[in-house]
């Protein structure tokens, strides 16, 4: 009994299945990816189109519920890339969004995922979700935990449809798929 | 061998190869150097470099914490032997990834060291940041390389030195032996000809002269002194054959006495003067003693054992006793030569047979005693009959001049002419035997040479012939004349017969008589001109003959014994006496004395 609850727990902890408030500290798994939402900034170009103007920050946004708390602001507090520097937005529905570089897709939008990419299309935003088969149904980066680590499934199309351009190096370390229906 | 006797083709060929190989080793040397100093930066360079792309490849990997990517991208590392470890630490400094896999992961440090690269012996290990955009650093790229790369790529250098070195000593040393010939040949063609005369004396041969440089001034140098060896050869042959042909002809030998080694070599010439065939030999000293003489053995050993003379020369003569038992007269000369230390180190000299000469010398000494005895025996005779013919002579002489006083009135004119002719010629025939006296009387009753001064002696000549001066008013002149050895009343007979000739044979004119002296070597040359009558040469000799007159005795008086008496005084004093002279031109009359008392006075 007792070793079964341990066993869970250690599980809990490990997949970060967090069920702390906002605000507080986050899982390892999400501290994780938001390192990764930070990162993917480094690898991948935007065309100019995507800012609204030349030093415009690069926006880190957050649709759905926030699984990183803080711990993302954190992040990128005082980092810059490209000579941008990085802010964080959150949003509780697609229809808010406006002026994201990088769109995190909460699990807690699962169900209505198709909107949510429906409404940054044309707005040259990476869509990044931990959501499952999220690059087969049209997201561009796919985090998926795989043994306890966190795995790249990139769909490139996506990408390209957006006008960006995702660095080879990115790409060799991620697994590459393509929408489903393609 | 040591270098200094090793031939001069091979010391060449050495000398040339050593210079090119020294050369060779410094220019690998140099290089060998340099690629030690510049391999280790050119490595850290190109280790930078590697570093730099793996780094770059890593990054994905590190930001998005992919290991196996890593892994992989660092396995790419095995194409590069040299790397013998690498690894990947992950922002916070935690080792990420590592190659090669089988290295255990304690081998690599728990964090990364400060960026850079470094030599920690073994390796050449370091840190190099792996960086995304701008200066984000996602992690520490770590590599470590072999330096056994380094010592295998020097060791490949150091061969090929070698071999360089190999290929230029073989290069040199087939260029040497081309290039040598050039040296060594003209050389040794003049050593082989310096061989060749040494081996057979062959004066002829020639080395071959090769070019205008220093080796050909050698070599002409070399053959000029041949031509002149080759003249003194000739020369000293030509001049052996003559000394040869010398002592055969004079049958004079030449001997070596050797005192060190107790021994003496006699020529073919001196062997026969002991009685042997010709032909030179050499014996043993004590063997040669053997053959002289016995009464002289004992003087010859110690003269020659001696070294002859202190002076440096020997002179003797001894007698041997040939082999047939004949005894032989022997002279010897010979010159001491000294050794070191002035010790006597050997006598040459020559030697001569001096027999027949021993006995023509007896003989000589014989014939000329009796010449002498005889002699003498002739001028007693003379100076006897003289002498003894005066006496009856006078009685004759007085009984006439008797006959003629008393009994002068009582004979008639022709007995009185008789008597005069008989007194005449009795008086006549007195002063022929007072002359032949006083000619006898120069060697008979002349007195010992002494210094007699000469102008002395014409001074009481002039006060002699004070009348016959007077008389012809004639003027005796002299120059200054010396001190001779002579007998002074002989002198002065001399004197006064020539300068009275001089007087008495005048032509007319006044007489004037010069008497002069010219010094020579050995004697005085008197002379004394007259500016008399002169005489034909034809009677130059017969002046000098007794009783020889060329004229009336109404013309000139004298009984012409004169010059006969001069001559004999001249003879006396070792001198000899000759005129020149001319008809009308005068006389003068020359006659010598010599300065040092000669054997004719007795």
């Excluded at chain 1, 967090?18 to 990764?36: D, H, I, L, N, W």
């Excluded at chain 1, 103007?53 to 699984?67: R, S, T």
């Excluded at chain 1, 080879?168 to 798929?177: C, D, F, G, M, Q």
């Excluded at chain 2, 690269?117 to 072999?146: E, K, W």
Aim: charged share 25%; net charge neutral.
């Amino acid at each position: 009994m007792v070793r079964a609850l341990v066993l869970v727990l250690g599980l809990a902890s490990i997949l970060g299945l967090s069920v702390s408030a906002q605000g507080a500290t986050p899982s390892r798994e999400y501290q994780v990816k938001a390192v990764f939402l930070f990162n993917f900034a480094q690898f991948v170009e935007w065309p100019p189109a995507a800012f609204s103007e030349e030093n415009a920050p690069l926006a880190i946004c957050v649709l759905g519920d926030d699984p990183f708390g803080s711990y993302l602001d954190d992040v990128v507090r005082g980092e810059q890339v490209n000579s941008r520097r990085l802010t964080v937005q959150r949003f509780r529905s697609p229809d808010d969004i406006k002026g994201c570089q990088v769109l995190f897709v909460s699990k807690s939008q699962n169900r209505n995922l198709e909107k949510a990419l429906a409404a940054v299309k044309g707005m040259d935003a990476l869509t990044v979700s931990d959501a499952d088969d999220f690059a087969e149904r049209g997201g561009m980066i796919q985090l998926e935990t795989q043994n306890g680590k966190i795995r790249l499934r990139i769909n490139v199309g996506a990408a390209k449809s957006a006008s960006l351009t995702i660095s080879s190096k990115l790409l060799r370390s991620a697994e590459i798929v393509a929408s489903r229906g393609d | 061998m040591p270098l200094r006797n090793v031939p001069i083709k091979r010391k060449l060929m050495f000398m040339l190869m050593f210079t090119s190989g020294v050369v060779v080793l410094l220019t690998c040397g140099a290089f060998f150097g340099y690629e030690l100093l510049t391999f280790k930066d050119r490595t850290v360079q190109s280790l930078a470099t590697l570093g730099e792309v793996i780094a770059a490849n890593s990054t994905a990997s590190l930001a998005f914490d992919n290991e196996d990517d890593a892994s992989e991208v660092l396995s790419a590392l095995r194409a590069r032997p040299q790397i013998v470890a690498a690894a990947l630490y992950d922002r916070n400094g935690k080792l990420f990834a590592r190659y090669p896999k089988s290295r255990s992961k304690n081998a690599y440090a728990a964090t990364p060291g400060s960026d850079g690269f470094r030599d920690d012996g073994a390796y050449l290990a370091g840190y190099l940041p792996v960086v995304q955009g701008d200066n984000m650093r996602l992690g520490t790229l770590y590599l470590a390389s072999s330096k056994q790369a380094t010592y295998d790529r020097l060791t490949q250098y150091a061969w090929l030195a070698a071999a360089v070195m190999l290929v230029s000593l073989v290069v040199a040393y087939l260029l040497s032996s081309l290039v040598q010939g050039h040296i060594s040949r003209p050389l040794l063609a003049v050593s082989q000809t310096a061989k060749a005369v040494s081996a057979r004396g062959d004066y002829s041969v020639r080395a071959t002269k090769t070019g205008d440089d220093e080796l050909g001034i050698l070599t002409d140098a070399f053959n000029h002194m041949l031509d002149q060896i080759e003249t003194q050869d000739r020369t000293i042959r030509e001049s052996h054959e003559r000394l040869n042909l010398a002592l055969r002809a004079s049958r004079v030998g030449t001997w070596t006495l050797d005192l060190a080694r107790n021994c003496i070599t006699l020529d073919e010439f001196a062997n026969p003067l002991f009685g042997f065939p010709a032909g030179e030999i050499t014996a043993d000293f004590d063997q040669f003693i053997e053959l002289v003489h016995p009464d002289d053995r004992a003087r010859v050993e110690r003269e020659l054992r001696g070294g002859g003379a202190a002076g440096g020369s020997y002179e003797s003569s001894f007698r041997v006793i040939w082999p047939g038992g004949a005894v032989r007269d022997l002279s010897v000369r010979g010159k001491v030569i000294r050794g070191a230390g002035s010790a006597v180190a050997h006598m040459t000299g020559i030697i001569e047979d001096t027999t027949e000469r021993k006995l023509a010398e007896v003989r000589l000494k014989r014939l000329l005693l009796e010449l002498e005895r005889s002699n003498k025996e002739l001028e007693l005779f003379a100076y006897v009959a003289s002498h003894d013919l005066q006496e009856p002579l006078r009685m004759v002489s007085s009984y006439t001049q008797l006959l003629e006083r008393r009994y002068s009135d009582k004979l008639d004119q022709d007995a009185r002419d008789f008597i005069g002719y008989a007194v005449d010629g009795a008086s006549r025939m007195q002063r022929l035997i007072n002359d032949l006296l006083e000619l006898s009387r120069v060697s008979t009753r002349g007195k010992p040479l002494e210094r007699t001064d000469v102008g002395e002696i014409l001074n009481d000549v002039r006060a002699n012939l004070t009348v016959a001066i007077g008389e012809a008013g004639a003027l005796i002149t002299s120059d200054p004349l010396p001190i001779v050895p002579a007998d002074p009343g002989q002198l002065g007979q001399l004197l006064q017969n020539l300068v009275g000739n001089g007087i008495k044979f005048r032509n007319g004119a006044r007489p004037i008589v010069h008497v002069s002296a010219v010094e020579a070597e050995h004697h005085w040359e008197f002379s004394v001109r007259d500016n008399g009558i002169g005489i034909e040469q034809q009677y130059f000799e017969r002046i000098f003959l007794l009783f020889q007159r060329l004229h009336d005795k109404g013309e000139y008086s004298g009984t012409g014994i004169g010059l006969a008496l001069c001559k004999r005084i001249v003879e006396r004093h070792g001198g000899r006496i000759w005129l020149e002279s001319s008809p009308d031109k005068g006389s003068t009359f020359f006659f010598t004395i010599p300065k040092l008392a000669s054997t004719g006075a007795t």
